[in-house]
């Protein structure tokens, strides 16, 4: 089919049928009845409420997408309708990029004598079989060729308010077969875990908590094991997922997991420009986020094992060596590494998730601690990454890879970064960062923000696209602020 073309209210798809034209993600044979509350194919009549969040005009029509958001369902209406004319919906269980929920829900011709003219209700989601799923209504005028759909949207089902709402259309890119989230990679997916894990906290909405489970069962022995690879930031962020799934759960086996991501690091900490560990297995990069993300889960390792002593002398030598580095350049902003032989800053971009993660490192260990100097020196990079005009663009957070192209990997960065600003945030007592979090929170809300919920990367907008790395970010954003 065509593009879809998104805005933050509304879109339109227009194409021809099949017979008129190729469609490279034709709609698979409908799915068995999905039965929630009530099951598929009820009557509108009965629905107790009637709220209609996108709409599309095909041909001097107007096609309609409706909700009973109290029973998740929703039906299409088609108005000024001639006999002949189709109505239907379609039901996605991957954000709207296939229609793997069935197409032609509900599929049905205006009879003769009617004004306006609907299908009969379905459910938006398959809670049976965890399928997150969205609706959109379509139609065909009798007397034209083209087909018309509105956006894709859903109830407010697990989406009452806007963190709920974001963590939902982030679980509509989970896919239960992998324990992943589709269109994004590897590291990306441990962040996205984050996210959902640090929403069910914040939020207190538990429906995705089958996630955490499902995630480590079907990948806990992928590549070299207890979810460790080749690339020693990868496992420092799984190593933190777990963390976070251990104090949601309180399962022993994900903090095991965690310890033997830690142990994996420290397997490449060496003497090398005096310390410090390598980016991968490789040992040719020494760079800020490896080195922040080992502080952090060393630190928080020995803040949930009673005793311990190895995980806070390692958390320590690591933070000595990354302030001393010279990482940190003479604006309080962190660089991305050191050159290789000489062991200067190489002065790469100052990316968001550098500035954020030593964040996050400062009060784990500042926890471990008590030593109020760490958050001293936190603040004053806090200050300095929440001011600077390079990176906050009209005072809204900005990477610099977001003039041209931040794939694969620059999608994640802002959320890891708000994640960082939002736990130092919340130990000062004065929350001096609460102001610039909840302005990132409502310039996105209001910028970039489709009707089914989902983000671009550009939180100032326009929206460009929709994948789970954008929305990660997002989600970390909506659980600080």
Known sequence: MAAVVVTATAATVLFAPPSAAADPAPAPAPLAVVCNKFCDARDPALSPGDRRPVA????????????????AMGWASLSTVRQGDEV???????????????GR???????????????????????????????????????????????????????????????TALMQFYRNDTGLFAT??????????????????????????????????????????QFRNDYIDDTGWWALAWVAAYDLTGERRYLDTARAGADHMHAHWDGVCGGGVWWSTARSYKNAITNALYVQVNAALHNRLPGDTGYLSR?????????????????????????????????????????????????????????????????????ASTTDATLNPNGILRDP???????????????????????????????????YLRRQADTA?????????????????????????????????????
């Open 184 to 225: 994004t990679g590897w590291w990306n997916s441990a962040n996205a875990l984050t996210a959902v894990i640090d929403n069910i906290r914040v939020s207190g909405m538990g429906s995705y908590t089958y996630a955490v489970a499902t995630t480590y069962e079907r990948n806990v022995n992928v590549g070299l094991g």
């Open 88 to 102: 239907w919906l379609d039901r996605s269980f991957d954000g709207g990029a296939t229609w793997s929920g069935g």
């Open 445 to 481: 809300y209001g910028a970039t923000r489709t009707a089914l919920d989902t983000y671009g990367l550009r939180w100032a907008g326009p929206f460009d696209r929709a994948d789970a790395a954008r929305q990660q970010s997002v989600v970390d954003l909506m659980n600080v602020s």
């Open 401 to 435: 890879c977001e003039t041209s192209s931040c794939e694969p990997d620059g999608p994640s960065f802002k959320g890891a970064y708000v994640r960082g600003l939002g736990a130092l945030n919340a130990v000062l007592a004065d929350r001096p960062y609460t102001a």
């Open 315 to 383: 958390a320590r030598a690591g933070w000595a060596w990354y302030a001393a580095s010279g990482m940190i350049n003479g604006a309080n902003l962190v660089n991305d590494g050191l050159t290789t032989g000489t062991c200067q800053n190489n002065g790469q971009p100052v990316w968001s998730y550098n500035q954020g993660v030593i964040l996050d490192a400062l009060v784990e260990l500042n926890r471990a601690t008590g030593d109020g100097a760490l958050l001293t020196r936190a603040r004053q990079l806090a200050n």
């Open 56 to 71: 599309v005009a095909l041909h001097g029509r107007q096609i309609t997408l409706h909700f009973d958001d109290a029973d």
């Open 105 to 167: 829900l509900g599929a049905t011709t205006a009879p003769a004598g009617v004004g306006d003219w609907r299908t009969l209700m379905y459910n938006v989601d398959d809670w049976a079989n965890r399928g997150v799923g969205a609706l959109r209504a379509c139609g065909k005028a009798v007397d034209q060729p083209q087909i018309a759909c509105t956006a894709w949207a859903r109830t407010t089902w697990n989406a009452y308010d806007r963190r709920t709402a974001a963590a």
